[in-house]
């Protein structure tokens, strides 16, 4: 990505539609279309107009009229339609005020850059996710009065090696075992090597794909690190790419964390570290796994601020059927070196001071990167100016600790409903740098409290009849 005004209008002549696109508060991407010969110069700094009061968490119907501002850095030519036309993520400005709009989340991740400089402690973070989900060959559901019910298929899920009713080739993946075997097992080789090749195409530069532990065709695709606004830009191209390439496949894709019962359910391990100038912030060649005092700083925050990050870095009701005590899943609010069991991971692969960075495990796809890369950030930063101490790594199989050490770890709340209420309680530090401003939080945890957590509860689950329709 990284273009200018100029080099946009010359992208402009080998396209006939340019689409415009912007990020709602919850993380779903719209667009709006126009001919490529609408695209000028003015554009650029005049905007177009659209209809705020559509899209979730944004304007009452009688301040509807809101302004897209295309940001030229973003273009990239669509990969995916039959008519040749180039995307432009878009910031939301107030048509009164021609100020960013506050509920806006490319503004908050915006604003939450711009306060790590103003503190002083560094000049720039960089993160590094990794996506895992789902490819499907269908799915199916609904939930009515009278009935509720969800079904996923996959060739390669373990359930289909029984199957007798069609050619069976075998070499289904059984639970827990699809971490990375080859072809003919691994059935998604292909289909993850198109999407790198248009992920790639589209200025996002990937690092590496490989087939996850679970059946049923868990993916994993990681991207170079890069600054938060733009990780979070790639983020939208990345699931958009995704969805669209699977698509065209005839398979289904799904970032939701936890599709499949009784399998690993799919997160958003997250990579982050700061710098000033050309030095890491996070890297002691004396600390504890090269980390510094700023390091460990930085961990004590997001422990500290565990439920109100997870609020929006794991911010679904399904978020916590993955993370679920006694699995193998990032609840434990620990830190440790190259131990996956711990919220918190300092990689090992490297002793470069460049390669020095801490992998926090808890968050997921289900969220919005502009909102849920901040929330961390803020925390850690939050520790920092504090100086937090996380206390002790803890370098054991955190799984499988004797139930007196296991009862003195602490772990992630249990629910969307919890992280939510402490949301409520504990976020002042969301607030510094008017990098979260009230109405935001004040419109997502109402969105969620009502539209998610309480819905889901009011609901009958399918289980419960198993369990309780003969009592």
């Known amino acids: 990505m990284a273009k200018t005004i100029a080099e946009v209008l010359e992208m402009r002549k ?69 008519v040749p036309t180039m995307a432009i993520i878009c910031d939301v400005y107030d048509p009164i005020t021609q100020q960013p709009y506050s509920r806006d989340p490319r ?23 990794e996506p895992e989900f789902f490819l499907f060959n269908s799915v199916a559901y609904n939930v009515a009065t009278n009935e509720s019910f969800y079904r996923v298929d996959s060739r390669e899920g373990w359930w289909n090696s029984g199957l007798t009713t069609d050619r069976n080739m075998g070499a289904q993946i059984p639970a827990k075992r699809g971490y990375s075997p080859v072809p003919p097992a691994d059935t998604m080789q292909d289909v993850r090597s ?10 996002i530069d ?9 059946t049923a065709g868990q993916t994993e695709i990681d991207i170079h690190y890069g600054p938060l606004v733009h990780i979070a830009d790639s983020l939208m191209i990345y699931k958009y790419i995704v969805k669209n390439v699977a698509r065209q496949h005839g398979l289904t894709a799904t970032f939701m964390p936890k599709p499949l019962f009784g399998d690993n359910g799919s997160g958003m391990h997250t990579h982050q570290s700061l710098w000033k100038g050309n030095a890491n912030v996070f890297f002691d060649e004396t600390g504890y796994a090269q980390l510094s005092e700023a390091a460990l700083n930085y961990i004590g925050g997001l422990l500290k601020h565990i439920a109100p990050v997870l609020a929006f870095a794991a911010p679904s009701t399904n978020s916590y059927r993955r993370l679920v005590p006694g699995f193998e899943a990032p609840v434990n609010l620990a830190y440790s070196q190259r131990n996956r069991s711990a919220a918190c991971r300092i990689p090992m692969y490297s002793k470069s001071p ?18 849920a890369f901040p929330a961390m950030l803020m925390a850690g930063l939050d520790g920092m100016l504090d100086r937090l101490d996380p206390g002790a790594p803890m370098d054991k199989d955190l799984y499988d600790l004797p139930p007196e050490e296991a009862k003195l770890i602490k772990q992630v709340p249990g629910s969307l409903a919890a992280v939510l209420d402490t949301l409520q ?4 530090f969301l607030l510094r740098g008017d990098v979260f401003t009230p109405d935001v939080i004040e419109t997502w945890l109402n969105y969620k409290k009502y539209n998610e957590a309480k819905a889901v509860t009011l609901r009958p689950h399918p289980y419960e009849f198993m369990l309780y329709y003969d009592v």
């Open 14 to 82: 080998a396209v006939q539609i340019v689409d415009f696109r912007l990020t709602d508060l919850f993380g779903t991407w719209h667009h709006f279309s126009a001919p490529a010969r609408t695209l000028t110069e003015e554009i650029f700094t005049e905007g177009i107009g659209f209809d705020g009061s559509s899209l979730r968490g944004f304007q009452a119907i009688e301040e509807s009229d809101m302004i897209l501002m295309p940001d030229p850095a973003t273009a990239f030519v669509d990969p995916f339609l039959e």
């Open 107 to 129: 503004f908050v991740a915006k604003k939450a850059e711009a306060y790590l400089r103003q503190t002083g402690l560094a000049d720039v973070s960089y993160w590094g996710p």
């Open 194 to 203: 198109r999407i790198v090749l248009a992920m790639e195409a589209a200025g």
């Open 206 to 214: 990937v690092e590496v794909h490989h087939h996850e532990v679970a």
């Open 354 to 371: 460049k390669a020095k960075r801490i992998e926090f495990r808890p968050p997921d796809c289900s969220g919005n990167p502009y909102l």
């Open 425 to 428: 309680g504990d976020h002042d």
